[in-house]
């Protein structure tokens, strides 16, 4: 059974990094031959792929993120881990991990505010 599980602050400030790590059990992120992305849902409002991290390290941003995203991974602990800078209010969404779109982490929610 493959599991996702996103962990990271739930409140982040205007101007500064969001950060969030995706921890994996059931599988490899170095195995297989298919993305570990990140999506976000802001309220009211679709789903949106943000980016992913392929199995052999490649990284791939949606171009409206693209400026601000970082997708790195921790094989160690078989993670992988976001990083969005320069972080508005437009940024408060529940934010997921997934391999590809068959497994899913619960979401975290995280709210820009002062």
């Known amino acids: 059974q493959v599991q996702l599980q996103e962990s990271g602050p739930g409140l982040v400030k205007p101007s500064q990094m969001l950060s969030l790590t995706c921890t994996v059990s059931?599988?490899?992120?170095?195995?297989?031959?298919?993305?570990w992305d990140w999506f976000r849902q802001p309220p009211g409002k679709g789903l949106e792929w943000m980016g992913a991290?392929?199995?052999?390290?490649?990284?791939y941003y949606s171009p409206s993120l693209k400026s601000r995203t970082s997708i790195s991974r921790d094989t160690s602990k078989n993670q992988f881990s976001l990083q969005l800078n320069s972080v508005t209010p437009d940024d408060t969404a529940v934010y997921f991990c997934?391999?590809?779109?068959?497994?899913w982490g619960q979401g975290t929610q995280v709210t820009v505010s002062s």
């Open positions: 991290i392929g199995s052999d390290g490649s990284t």
């Open positions: 059931g599988d490899s992120i170095t195995a297989g031959n298919y993305p």
């Open positions: 997934a391999r590809g779109l068959e497994y």
